[in-house]
């Protein structure tokens, strides 16, 4: 499934750059954003098949870039996974609420992010 396009979005640098390298080196393409307005822009431009996306980020909120891409039919079908450092079940229910197609807290695993990111393009027929 390698060869996809996958936005990672995070305000620290240094995880952001963790999943790019993590995501590269599986073959997918991946472009970054560290805030949530860069993220909706890129979201919508950038033609990403999927987006691995931080809940707590400056300017627009995780949940609230997730709401605004899921309720527009024209980006709705993009799976979403938010991964977050917030591992209260209150955390995962507002992100499930939003749209969220899978939420995995920091620190993510290599392993456990790449099977993530397969199953959901996977189901989203990203194949």
């Known amino acids: 499934m390698a060869g996809e396009k996958i936005l990672a979005v995070d305000d620290s640098p240094t995880i952001v750059e963790m999943i790019k390298a993590i995501l590269e080196s599986a073959?997918?393409?991946?472009?970054?954003a560290a805030d949530g307005k860069?993220?909706?822009?890129?979201?919508?431009?950038?033609?990403?098949?999927?987006?691995?996306?931080?809940?707590?980020?400056?300017?627009?909120d995780g949940y609230r870039v997730c709401r605004l891409l899921k309720f527009d039919q024209k980006y709705k079908h993009i799976p979403i996974i938010m991964l977050t450092a917030k591992s209260e079940e209150a955390s995962m229910q507002v992100g499930m609420r939003t749209g969220a197609d899978l939420y995995l807290t920091k620190p993510i695993q290599p392993d456990e992010l790449l099977a993530a990111v397969e199953s959901q393009l996977a189901k989203s027929g990203g194949e």
């Open 38 to 60: 860069e993220a909706l822009e890129l979201a919508r431009t950038s033609g990403a098949q999927l987006i691995v996306l931080d809940v707590m980020l400056p300017k627009l």
């Open 27 to 32: 073959g997918y393409e991946v472009v970054t």
